[in-house]
Structure formats: structure tokens, C-alpha cells
């Protein structure tokens, strides 16, 4: 991991015992987490006449931490000599902070101070944010709905099944939004399935999209309902909008919309069939739309399993924030499982949902693939195909296209024998600038 580290001394006179005062350093730009710890001559050793150790306490330093714009994000007194910080999750006693660039403050409380004062050590590392690989599902239902897991459930099970992330979208409802989760190694997303007789829509990232209920009746209140959530932050997709029970029946060209859901869990293949060609028209004519999948999951079935299909999306860190701002962009693929298979598209820094130029040079990576399964490698004017052979297990490509709007990619695997090769990975494209 890219990892910066700063060392910082400050002296305490003895005439400073008693008092707070701030020790200022800069956060530079990019920053995933921050540790800080710190170091002083607590303790006194003494033999004594009967040979027993004594150990007294000569001096107590305070530790604090105030954000930018002197933001107070908690403290520890001295009970910690080390502290973490990240967006999701701190250290006890420290609020979750966005660790954002620009000064920051150690608060140094000098409680007990010995005579001749002392030297007070500080060690700061910020780990730098990297594009890494994550896995999840982006449609999920819990108690709070019509599921049959809590939000903690659901999050360890996601975890078991190597999922890194997970967006509960309980029908109409963003309370479970506000529950304290807190599973190591997943991030859970806050969300809503914005539920109606005429569309259902997923609205990701922010605890409460909207103020008001979420009834209305015409198609302008759809428009304000939806312009209110984007207005808070939210990324709007509209979910499984050629289903014949609960598709997108206001017109997907009438709404304003981030991203369309066209790989559903719980459908029938033909329905998401339906969308794909959808989505290849519309790229056809130049338009970029990211897509996703999610397993729309309530309980356990055969047409309901966690994590089928699963968004693998790249994003600069585990945050919310990144991994939403990742899927808006369309740096993601979709999976069946996340056990693959899985893709790396590269043009020096750009990546799947990115603009390259004519003749660009793309590098392309399969890896967990198995025998017989069909490489796709798709442009509007054209597909080539790859069949892998025994043995193959990843394969790495090189490709250059002059002419085409976008290169996109897919998978296809004969999942039983006599049934016909079934896609079991989509890609967001990587566009050209025509």
C-alpha cells in the first residue's frame, strides 16, 4: 500500500502542565486512512532498600484531534497511544471523518508534567487511496421491507460469500439506513428501492433521499421526487425496467437517471435479455449509460441468492463515497458470482466507463476462467470471439480500434450440459472520442 509518514516533537515545559494547546500538520491529498500514534517517558522506575520495583507516574499527556476548519473529532486522554481515522470507521472515542486535505491538529493535554519538562513524540501515517477491485451486490431487501435478514445479517452473510460491499434498497423505506452495522470487512451502503405501481428505482448512497413520503401520481411528481434525492446527494438507477410486473412504465426517456440496472437476480433471463439489447441500442447512438446488477434478494430461493449477480466495481478506496462515485462512472463490471469471472481494462490511468482516443492501446485481462468459455470482445461495428482453451485459466489481450464508439466486454459459459452458453460477465464499455 502507498503509505506517507511524518514524525512530529513537541517539548512541554513544566510551566505548561495544566493547559491544551494544538499541534498543527498538514494532510496531503488522497487519503484513505490515517494512524496516528505517540510516545513520552510515562513512568519512573525506582529500586527500592527490599529489592521491589516502584514505578511511578511522572508525567500523563492528553491526546486529541481536531479535523479541518478546527472540526473536533474526539479524543482518547491517555488511555490510547494509538488512533485510526477513516470515513466509516474510527477509533473509540473519535467520530468517523472524511480524511480530508488541509491542516489538522493534534490537541495536546498537558495533565502531569514532570520538573525540566519532557519530549512528546508524534508518529502520523496517512495510507494514500488506491484503485482496487471490490465485489457486491447493489440490491438487496431486509426485515425493513419484505426480506427476511436484518441489515447485520445480511452484511455478515455477504461477507461469507466474498462480497466486499452491499446496498440494502428495502421498498420505500430508509430507516434501516440509520442502524448501526458494523461487520469487519464489508461496507454497507445506505439505499432505497423507491417502489411504484409504474417503476421501482434504486436510490443509493445517502441515509434519507427525500423529506416526505415517497407516493405520487403523475409523472411530474416522479420527476420531483427523484430530482430531490439526486439533489441530496443520491445516484439514481432505475431498477429492472423491462420486467412486465414492475418495469419502468413512466418512459425511461422522461426521467433524469445515473444508471440502469440491467442484470436482476430474481428475473427471468428473457427480461434482462431484453434490457441488454436495450442498453446496446442506446449505445449504438452514442449515448453512455452505466449499468449494474444486483440479486434483488429477499430470502433464500432458487431465483434469490445473495451476491448473483455481483457488481465488481474499481473504485480508490472502501468508502461509500468512492465506491458510489465508481459505480456512477461505470468503472464496474457484472458477474454472476463473485467468484468470477473477472476483468481489468487499462489505457494508461483510464479504465472501463472512461474516454480513450481512436487507436488508443487497451489492455485487457481475464482471469477464473474456465475450458470452453467464449471471450466477447464488442464494438458497434463489430464482435470478436475467443474461445478458451484446456487448461486456460486467464489471458491477457492487447487491442487497438480506430472507428468505433466504444469496446465492451462479456464471458459466456455452458453452465449444464445441453443447455446453450450463458453470459456470465458484462462490462460497463470503455468509450472513444469520435
Not at 477509533?91 to 525540566?116: L, M
Not at 469487519?184 to 417502489?195: A, D, F, K, L
Not at 439533489?231 to 419502468?248: R, S, T
Not at 428475473?267 to 449505445?283: A, D, R, V
Request: with cysteine; glycine share 10%; aromatic share 10%.
Amino acid at each position: 500500500m502507498n503509505m506517507i509518514s511524518i514524525t512530529l516533537e513537541r517539548f512541554i515545559q513544566k510551566e505548561e502542565e495544566g493547559t491544551y494547546f494544538l499541534l498543527p500538520f498538514e494532510v496531503p491529498e488522497e487519503v484513505e486512512r490515517m494512524d496516528i500514534s505517540y510516545e513520552y517517558v510515562r513512568f519512573a522506575t525506582c529500586q527500592r532498600v527490599d529489592g521491589s520495583i516502584l514505578q511511578e507516574e511522572i508525567n500523563i499527556v492528553d491526546l486529541g484531534l481536531n479535523g479541518p476548519s478546527g472540526t473536533y473529532i474526539g479524543s482518547s486522554g491517555a488511555d490510547r497511544s494509538n488512533i485510526y481515522i477513516t470515513s466509516d470507521k474510527s477509533s473509540q472515542g473519535f467520530a468517523p471523518q472524511d480524511t480530508k486535505a488541509g491542516e489538522w491538529s493534534i490537541i495536546v493535554g498537558a495533565y502531569k508534567i514532570q520538573e525540566g519538562g519532557l519530549f512528546v513524540t508524534y508518529h502520523i501515517t496517512f495510507t494514500k487511496k488506491e484503485l482496487r477491485l471490490l465485489k457486491g451486490d447493489t440490491h438487496m431487501h431486509t426485515l425493513g421491507s419484505d426480506g427476511t435478514y436484518s441489515v447485520a445479517g445480511i452484511a455478515q452473510l455477504g461477507h461469507k460469500l466474498g462480497l466486499d460491499y452491499i446496498i440494502i434498497t428495502d421498498h420505500n423505506n430508509y430507516a434501516h439506513n440509520f442502524q448501526t452495522v458494523d461487520t469487519e470487512g464489508i461496507t454497507v451502503i445506505p439505499g432505497t428501492e423507491w417502489t411504484h405501481y409504474k417503476g421501482h428505482a434504486g436510490i443509493w448512497g445517502v441515509k434519507k433521499p427525500f423529506e416526505n413520503a415517497f407516493c405520487v401520481n403523475s409523472l411530474a411528481e416522479v420527476k420531483e421526487k427523484l430530482s430531490e434525492a439526486k439533489g441530496n446527494g443520491a445516484m439514481i438507477v432505475l431498477n429492472h425496467p423491462f420486467c412486465p410486473n414492475c418495469g419502468w412504465k413512466w418512459g425511461i426517456e422522461n426521467v433524469e437517471y445515473d444508471a440502469v440496472e440491467i442484470w436482476n437476480g430474481g428475473l427471468p433471463i428473457s427480461y434482462n435479455i431484453s434490457c441488454m439489447e436495450w442498453w446496446e441500442e442506446q449505445l449504438r447512438k452514442g449515448r453512455k449509460i452505466p449499468v449494474v446488477g444486483g440479486s434483488d434478494f429477499h430470502r433464500h430461493d432458487v431465483a434469490s441468492l445473495v451476491g448473483m449477480p455481483s457488481t465488481c466495481v474499481y473504485a480508490m478506496s472502501n468508502t461509500k463515497e468512492d465506491i458510489i462515485e465508481a459505480l456512477r462512472q461505470g468503472h464496474s463490471y457484472i458477474t454472476m458470482s463473485a467468484k468470477g469471472p473477472d476483468l481489468s481494462v487499462t489505457c494508461g490511468d483510464r479504465i472501463l466507463g472512461d474516454i480513450i482516443e481512436a487507436g488508443d492501446e487497451i489492455k485487457i485481462h481475464f482471469w477464473d476462467l474456465h475450458q470452453q468459455d467464449k471471450i466477447c470482445l464488442i464494438t458497434d461495428t463489430g464482435m470478436e470471439e475467443i474461445l478458451c482453451e484446456p487448461g486456460l485459466r486467464e489471458i491477457e489481450l492487447i487491442r487497438k480500434y480506430d472507428n468505433v464508439k466504444y469496446c465492451r466486454f462479456e464471458v459466456h459459459r455452458i453452465l449444464a450440459p445441453g443447455l446453450p452458453p450463458m453470459k456470465i460477465l458484462l462490462s460497463n464499455p470503455i468509450y472513444y472520442d469520435k
